[in-house]
């Protein structure tokens, strides 16, 4: 059987894939036309977030039975054209947990204190102490808005960080929040509240444009707003008009509703956004962590017929 790698996941899983007597052919950067045009040879799909698996892609797959995703976010699959045609999509949504709490984490201080900023400045050859003036996080308010695997971790270290922790969450228990020690809050509670927002949702119909103008509206002036889950959760359009009035005093972004964006695009050309090319989960750990279960779980699959999810 055969299996296509099209982005790039840690040679671990591939060893794992060739061991176990699948013909693996690992053909990243392909585009939408060079995909469908070979899909149809392969029994399995493994992507990552640059692969976008439509329904075009799904109609041209007549061998595909399984669509694994090394990682967390199944987003860039069309799960309904894959289900209608009967192939398993399956993701990893352990492997890269701590690793993206951990970047997250690394963006609420890098905003709090302005340190990419500080680092090109000082590199530049000037010493501005005054321009680049930071704020505390200690005694601050932190608005999770997505309490999960993600989201719990962020909440746990940031806690000990002496940050007071609120969580929104539909689908958050009172006894998991009690046992996270977390107030569990409305939305509306939370932007009123929150002098930092950090949203671990999966971009679902629900979330888009979950920070958005209104929302936006109803947040503290000044507040800060951190986005390593996906693009397309904040209106990226009204995050910058709220960072152009003052509204928001920054942003971290890991993603974006286009990725890569545009060259100059002006979000990311304003001093007050920090910004990441989506490496949340890139560290020589969770890589490692989620090509080995997918490869795992792939075989588990064609092999054995066990659907499980890591
Ligand atoms: P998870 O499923 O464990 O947690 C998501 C949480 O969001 C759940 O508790 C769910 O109840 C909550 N939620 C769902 N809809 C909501 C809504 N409308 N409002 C508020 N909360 C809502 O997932 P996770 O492992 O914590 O990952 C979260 C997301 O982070 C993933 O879906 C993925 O998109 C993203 N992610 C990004 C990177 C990266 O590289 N930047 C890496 C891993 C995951
Ligand atoms: C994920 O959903 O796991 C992330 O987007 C990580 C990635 O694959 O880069």
């Known amino acids: 059987m055969k299996v296509l790698v099209s982005d790039s996941i840690s040679p671990k899983g591939v060893e794992i894939l060739k061991k176990a007597g699948l013909q693996v052919d690992v053909k990243t ?3 939408p036309e060079e995909l469908k045009a070979i899909i149809g040879e392969y029994d399995a799909l493994i992507i990552r977030s640059a692969t976008k698996v439509t329904a075009e892609i799904i109609e041209a797959a007549d061998k595909l039975k399984v669509i694994g995703r090394a990682g967390t976010g199944v987003d860039n699959v069309d799960k309904v054209a894959a289900t209608k045609k009967g192939i398993v999509v399956m993701n990893t949504p352990g492997g890269n947990t701590i690793t993206t709490a951990e970047h997250a984490i690394a963006m609420l201080f890098a905003l709090a204190r302005r340190i990419p900023q500080a680092v090109a400045s000082t590199k530049a ?7 680049f003036m930071g704020v505390e996080l200690y005694n601050k308010t932190l608005g999770i808005i997505g309490l999960g695997r993600i989201g719990s971790e962020v909440a746990k270290r940031m806690q000990c960080m002496g940050m007071n922790v609120l969580a929104f969450d539909p689908f958050l228990s009172d006894e998991r929040a009690e046992e996270l020690g977390i107030k569990k809050v409305d939305l509306d509670s939370l932007l009123a509240e929150s002098d930092f927002i950090t949203v671990h949702t ?15 509206a109803k947040m503290k002036d000044g507040v800060y707003i951190i986005n390593c889950a996906r693009g397309g959760i904040v209106n990226e359009k009204d995050l910058y008009e709220a960072i152009k009035s003052g509204k928001v005093a920054g942003a971290a972004l890991d993603v974006f509703e286009k990725e890569p964006p545009e060259e100059g695009y002006p979000l990311i050309a304003d001093e007050r956004v920090i910004c990441t090319p989506h490496l949340g989960a890139s560290t020589l750990e969770a890589q490692e962590n989620v090509a080995v279960a997918i490869a795992e779980q792939i075989i588990d699959y064609l092999i054995n017929g066990t659907i499980r999810n890591a």
């Open 125 to 131: 050859g000037k010493w501005e102490k005054k321009k």
């Open 202 to 216: 999966p971009l679902t119909p629900e979330t888009k444009y979950l920070i958005n103008k209104d929302t936006i």
């Open 29 to 31: 950067g392909l585009k």
